[in-house]
């Protein structure tokens, strides 16, 4: 679960779940319909990747979405992706999604999913989109798209902006994943390299090994910066 907290300017902000400070890695699924999804999640699962964004570019995620979020209740948390609306966003959490993802930085978005007390990444590129969506609230903020900027952009946001939580989403690479952890960010996004083509056919039990892989490596950046006390 994740708790309610109050920011240095008063406004309110969802935590981070614990699930993903424990598994940073989010998989973002990108489909030709949601009919395509379970298997898929499956894969991922198996090789311990939980945290799950359906994107809102893929056909159908509304109508199954109820029924993705039961058939993996306690395995993996699904959140729904590329919401730009207050509206989209409330269907999507009264439908299950545990929590919300979008491409830009939309503060009545923000406030609408810490009121409804669900986790909430908006997306940025400039510091100012980026800190705009912190101060409103955001659980983190999601830069995007990440492979403009690089890993290093971690250290210069956090000169003004020195408790921002931030995670990287567009063009991220396995190996970019590990590098951005080790720079800082709380958990990564990784959508084609780790799906590669697991929806044109291809074979699950490699996509298994690949979640298997960037897991392991995602965690292991993670512990090397804990105990280097950063």
């Known amino acids: 679960m994740s708790s309610k907290l109050e920011t240095s300017n008063g406004t309110q902000r969802i935590g981070i779940p614990g699930t993903l400070r424990e598994n940073p890695v989010v998989a973002v699924l990108r489909a030709g319909h949601a009919e395509e999804y379970a298997p898929v999640i499956e894969a991922l699962v198996a090789g311990n990747v939980t945290n799950i964004e359906l994107t809102l570019s893929t056909r159908g995620v509304f109508d199954l979405l109820p029924e993705i979020c039961a058939a993996f209740e306690g395995r993996a948390q699904i959140g729904v992706g590329t919401v730009t609306s207050v509206q989209q966003a409330a269907r999507a ?37 980026l800190y705009g969506g912190w101060k409103a609230g955001a659980s983190a903020v999601k830069i995007f798209p990440a492979s403009q900027v690089g890993a290093g952009y971690v250290k210069d946001l956090r000169g003004p902006f020195p408790g921002i939580e931030v ?13 951005w952890v080790k720079a800082g960010a ?17 074979d699950l039990a490699a996509l298994t090994d690949r979640a298997v892989a960037l897991s392991a490596a995602v965690r292991e950046a993670q512990e090397q910066m804990r105990e280097a006390g950063k």
Do not use: N, Y
């Open 167 to 179: 995670i990287p989403s567009g063009g991220v690479g396995i190996q970019d994943a590990i590098e």
């Open 93 to 129: 959490i009264d439908a299950g999604a545990r929590f919300i993802v979008t491409p830009v930085t939309d503060t009545a978005v923000v406030h609408a999913c810490v009121e409804a007390g669900i986790p909430v990444f908006p997306g940025g590129m400039t510091p100012t989109e």
């Open 186 to 202: 709380v958990a990564v996004s990784v959508g084609g390299p780790l799906l590669g083509d697991a929806f044109r056919g291809g």
